[in-house]
């Protein structure tokens, strides 16, 4: 199990609190201190896009897909941000490579079907959103989550 240092674990408390400017304080100096850390970088990403600093969140968001290629989670919400740019290819590509990382995201899969209907690819969006509701079914069938944490973590 990766270790965090302590401004990293206060950082991600401050986030949740929504105190995102005390956050960013803390993950600037965890980023600063271990600047090669995708999972410093993309946090700190998240917290840019809370406080509506969009170019900034996702310069992070592309430099911790850099530090890391191989996770899902930093495609997926480089997507949801470049979404929220106005950036629906970038968006579809990162989604796209999101479900080939982790073919059992019921959240990406459903998100990736978002965008391809903001497109037009109906066909598609159809075969997205099937395959997002077949792994939600799943998941909620063998007690791993409940709709209800589905729900909550589509949320960057």
Partial sequence: MESFSTEFIKAEELMKAQSFDEALKLFNSAVQ??????VYVSQRGVC???????????????KSVELDPTYSY???????????MGDVKGALEDYT????????DAVSFNNLGLI?????????????????DDLAKMLEETGIVTEEELMASQAV
């Fill in 48 to 62: 840019y896009y809370h406080l509506k600093d969009l170019k900034s969140a996702l310069d992070d968001m592309n």
């Fill in 97 to 104: 490579k999101a479900t080939e990382l982790d073919p059992d």
């Fill in 74 to 84: 930093r495609y997926a919400s480089r997507a949801y941000m470049r979404d929220a």
């Fill in 116 to 132: 391809e209907e903001k497109l037009g690819y109906m066909e598609s969006s159809k075969k997205s959103f099937k395959k997002a």
């Fill in 33 to 38: 201190a271990d600047p090669a850390n995708p």
